[in-house]
């Protein structure tokens, strides 16, 4: 079983940056790639990127390319999105999940997810 936990959410001004981390532990050779979603109130789970653990292959949501980077260190065992410009449709509960490959439509396919994280972007 991968455990997954994630931090570095909080508040911030429009413009500003924060960077998410995502730690798995546990059985991590068990998923090839991990993702980010996130969740707005009322609105349902978004795909937000995805990365190969192995060749650090990347995909994006249209809504966050070139503003967000994800990122994977294999020796810690850590995803990060690094997000910057952001604005305040951003807000979310940001999520990182593992599984077998990348899907940008369907959330069910990724096994495994972590508690979550809140972003909030003022205005």
């Known amino acids: 079983q991968v455990q997954l936990v994630e931090s570095g959410g909080g508040l911030v001004q429009a413009g500003g940056s924060l960077r998410l981390s995502c730690a798995a532990s546990g059985r991590t050779f068990s998923t090839n790639v991990m993702g980010w979603f996130r969740q707005a109130p009322g609105k349902e789970r978004e795909f937000v990127a995805c990365i190969t653990w192995s060749g650090g292959n990347t995909i994006y949501a249209d809504s966050v390319k070139g503003r967000f980077t994800i990122s994977r260190d294999k020796d810690k065992n850590t995803v990060y999105l690094q997000m910057t410009s952001l604005k305040p449709e951003d807000t979310a509960v940001y999520y990182c999940?593992?599984?077998?490959?990348?899907?940008?439509?369907?959330?069910?396919?990724?096994?495994?997810w972590g508690q979550g994280t809140q972003v909030t972007v003022s205005s």
């Open positions: 999940a593992g599984g077998a490959r990348c899907n940008t439509r369907d959330a069910s396919a990724y096994n495994v």
